[in-house]
């Protein structure tokens, strides 16, 4: 028989459909299922993962720990933007967490949101599930209101706004669903289990993408009944740069009290010890959700993965309680993995970045990154062993852009305008100027590189073997050759695009 068999016809038209740009003789399993849990202020350098026993038994222990992950803008919503888009924050320009800085906004929506990878995911088949935390701006009337469904979910159940507990709106498939104070129906940690556990039920034959985004570890910081009493005697770290004074750092870090006062530590233990019992139900989502699709027999063909959106202090450089820093406490996060081909306790030490997250699921389902204008890179060759270490970056770029007020602050009128995120005793986290970008870089040398943009383009530089609290900026006695190269490697990152950003 003469032709071609219109079976094969009909195959290679889906397969090349538009927008799928499948990578050809990948030779895997790309249908496997892929689940994301992005928890929300959590840190890795102060014990943030401390009560994550069970995920860390699930995931890291039965999969892979990555030693040096890291966001690559510490805030939230320009960190989610980068995760979602896989690009820096100078490419998907979201600034801050306001909607006029681009949280969710309507030009977010129009632009960026088209190349987020559930879009690519959902293009090529997978049933897709988001339940959560989204964009800090999500569901504001201005950005389409609770009706609006962003591009690439087939079940969507998001947040409205910024984390909560209790007393929240959500948007189930664009339909809003108001939330009370009654912990067995309404915490919102444990909704995100329950629903997802359904999804599973219903969807257990289908290749899926799930992301579940509990508000945990993030402010309001309230606890299930289950766990309110958990950690009464922990106290935040006391060692490292833990109330010591920022000096010759940036004027906002240099102007935190130090020694901070009785009433600061009080607070920021306290934050402490209610941020780690918040987790804890986070914990509990991990495990069963693991135990769902073991029971369902997917969990062999499912890629795993636990991170968060960047990092937190409470007390370095006498700074209470917040992100927004370029320091490693508030950019470095999380990072499990597990799933096919992926050997246990398995420890990794190549920087991978949160815009590397969407490039490896879209590698998982067999679609080519490099058809897209992603910025990051698949680290499943590392996780498969076919990537030799020094193949891999050895640098990358970390950005933010300062958030002020432009009034006094009612509560610290004599800081003047420009402030914002003032904390206990008038301790101000962030400015307008506390704008700045840096080069980090991990091999040959162990080194950050940061300029901000400010009347004084004010510049940190920190060897983090010789330092690793980047308790004192070198900048005035390293070889000026040096800072004559990261200049210029910086002004590089700052112009990249996609392939350039990953060469």
């Known amino acids: 028989m003469g032709g071609t068999s219109p079976h094969l016809v ?20 790309w249908r496997s299922n892929i689940v994301l849990f992005l928890a929300d202020d959590q840190d890795l350098l102060l014990g943030g993962m401390t009560p994550m026993k069970k ?18 803008t510490p ?57 959560g935390k989204y964009l800090n701006q999500y569901g504001d009337p201005k950005a389409g209101g609770v009706q609006y469904v962003p591009q690439g979910w087939s079940s969507w159940i998001g ?8 007393n929240y709106s959500l948007s189930v498939n664009g339909r809003e669903e108001k939330h009370g104070d009654r912990y067995e129906e309404d915490y919102l940690t444990d909704l995100i289990t329950n629903r997802s556990l359904a999804f599973l039920q219903k969807h257990a034959r289908a290749p899926f993408l799930m992301v579940l985004a509990p508000p945990a570890a993030h402010s309001p910081w309230v606890a299930s009944p289950l766990y309110k009493s958990a950690y009464s005697t922990v106290k935040a770290p006391r060692n490292g740069s833990f109330n010591v004074h920022g000096k010759d750092k940036h004027w906002l870090i240099r102007q935190a009290k130090t020694p901070m006062s009785n009433t600061s530590v009080e607070y920021l233990d306290n934050v402490f010890r209610q941020r780690w019992r918040t987790l804890l139900s986070v914990d509990d989502m991990v495990e069963r959700l693991i ?20 990092g937190y202090h409470t007390g370095q450089f006498s700074l209470p309680i917040d992100k927004r820093q370029l320091y490693e406490f508030d950019i470095r996060v999380p990072l499990l993995v597990r799933g096919p081909g992926i050997k246990a306790n398995q420890t990794y030490g190549e920087p991978i970045l949160n815009i590397d997250l969407g490039p490896t699921f879209l590698d998982i389902a ?5 058809l897209t204008p992603m910025d990051g890179q698949s680290f499943l060759p590392l996780l498969e062993n076919r990537t030799p ?26 800081l003047g305008p420009g402030v914002s995120q003032c904390f206990p ?23 950050q590189y940061c300029e901000f943009a400010d009347a004084q383009d004010f510049v940190e530089v920190y060897n983090l073997t010789s330092d690793p609290h980047q308790l004192v900026n070198v900048v005035k006695t390293v070889d000026p050759s040096l800072l004559e190269q990261m200049n210029q490697r910086l002004i590089k990152f700052q112009a990249c695009s996609g392939p350039s950003c990953r060469s």
């Open 10 to 29: 009909a195959l290679w038209a889906w397969l090349l459909a538009p927008g799928l740009l499948l990578a050809a003789g990948s030779g895997r399993k």
């Open 55 to 72: 995920t860390q038994a699930l995931i890291g222990q039965l999969g892979a720990t990555f030693a040096n992950a890291f966001a690559v």
């Open 75 to 131: 805030l939230c919503c320009p960190s989610r933007s980068s995760l979602l888009t896989g690009c820096y924050p100078h490419n998907h320009l979201v600034r801050n967490n306001s909607l006029e800085g681009n949280c969710s906004s309507p030009v977010w929506q129009k632009f960026q949101e088209p190349y987020t990878f559930p879009v690519y995911l959902q293009k090529q088949g997978y049933q897709t599930f988001y339940a």
């Open 159 to 166: 947040l409205v706004g910024n984390s909560k507990y209790y």
């Open 291 to 310: 135990l769902q699709l073991k029971s369902l027999g997917l969990l062999d063909n499912t890629y795993v993965f636990y991170t968060s959106d960047h």
């Open 366 to 370: 067999g679609i080519n990154v490099s």
């Open 389 to 414: 270490v020094n193949k891999w970056r050895s640098d990358f770029l970390v950005q933010y852009t300062g958030e002020g007020c432009s009034g006094q602050d009612p509560h610290c009128p004599a």
């Open 425 to 447: 005793d008038c301790v101000c986290e962030d400015a307008f100027n506390n704008t700045y970008a840096c080069v980090r870089t991990l091999n040959p040398i162990n080194l």
